[in-house]
């Protein structure tokens, strides 16, 4: 049986962006509770190298949004990462909820095969619908919710496994 490409596709990526929601208005009672200001928590790193908070949530709305564009055919929603606060991460994580729920499964179902071309630093890369779904788009989807997660635990924010996952779709 083939996959179902909306499936594990839009559904997942809702239920993580609004969980990352989630997370993100516990990190703003945390400041809030603590008297630490909010831009300490997005300023945050797990290492030098790594990418602040603020940024990891960028990218993760960034995935999600650029893989459905390019299954559906659509363009995506313009985001230009200039987000400094946690409501404008929420506006931003709202944004590309909003964009998701409007696609429709029959714009996304049958495009394992379909042809995708990415220009990125290293040159053009070539990819099925399916590769870069599974192998590409997903897997950083996950990295840099989880790394956003991460940073606000070892912050000390009180976060839990059930606020990374937040509420699965309804079948």
């Known amino acids: 049986m083939p996959i179902s ?15 990352l929601s989630g997370v993100l208005d516990k990190a703003a009672a945390h400041a809030e509770a603590k008297k630490v200001d909010p831009s300490v928590l997005l300023n945050m790193r797990l290492y030098p190298d790594m990418y602040p908070m ?9 995935h999600a949004a650029r ?4 299954l559906a055919g659509v363009s995506a929603p313009e985001f230009p990462n200039t987000e400094t606060s946690i409501p404008e991460l929420k506006q931003r994580i709202g944004k590309t909820v909003e964009f998701l729920k409007g696609l429709k499964p029959a ?10 071309k990415i220009k990125g630093s290293s040159g053009e890369r070539t990819y099925t619908g399916q590769s870069l779904l599974l192998g590409h788009s997903l897997p950083n989807f996950y990295f840099h919710c989880t790394t956003a997660y991460d940073i606000l635990r070892h912050a000390g924010v009180d976060l839990g496994k059930r606020d990374f996952m937040g509420t699965p779709p309804k079948s």
């Open 5 to 19: 490409m909306y499936a594990v596709s839009v559904p997942v990526f809702v239920q993580h962006l609004i969980a």
């Open 54 to 62: 603020a940024r990891q949530v960028q990218e993760a709305t960034k």
């Open 67 to 70: 893989v459905s564009s390019l």
């Open 107 to 116: 714009q996304i179902e049958g495009t394992e095969g379909k042809e995708i």
